[in-house]
């Protein structure tokens, strides 16, 4: 999926699909994951040991909304936590939708780009929806 994704951002030179333009109003907030309870029976994952504490980012964010948008533009809400382990990085990422609207993976830089700003205009534009 990944080499195909590529070969559809190099078709597409004004293709950008970088956290900070998907997700470009966050806030987010630093801690530390401990588990509480021995979980060894059904994971090996070195940072879920009881009694090992982890680094841990907590973003939450807009998913379309741009910089300098309402906060109460109707939109999809989406937060993640980052575990900073010794293995690498670990993410769990959501939406707050009850159902995801794409079953096929590729459509997907195709969506987030239909609901930005015309890269030429920087005026929204309601033909990207059909790109």
């Known amino acids: 999926m990944t080499s195909t994704i ?3 951002s190099e078709k597409k030179p004004s293709i ?4 900070g333009v998907v997700h470009a109003k966050a806030a987010g907030a630093w ?9 060894s029976d059904i994971t090996s994952a070195k940072f879920l040991v009881m009694g090992k504490k982890t680094k841990v980012l907590a973003p939450i964010s807009t998913v379309a909304g741009e ?6 533009v109707r939109d999809i809400r989406g937060w993640a936590f980052k575990h900073f382990t010794e293995e690498g990085n ?21 969506l987030n780009r239909s609901h930005k700003r015309h890269p ?5 534009d309601a033909t990207m929806f059909w790109e």
């Open 90 to 110: 670990q993410d769990f990422v959501f939406n707050d939708l009850p159902v995801f609207f794409i079953r096929d993976q590729i459509k997907f830089p195709s």
């Open 6 to 8: 590529a070969q559809q």
């Open 16 to 19: 950008y699909m970088g956290r």
């Open 120 to 124: 030429q205009t920087n005026v929204s």
């Open 31 to 39: 801690g530390e994951f401990e588990v509480t309870h021995d979980i």
């Open 67 to 72: 910089k300098g948008s309402s906060d109460t």
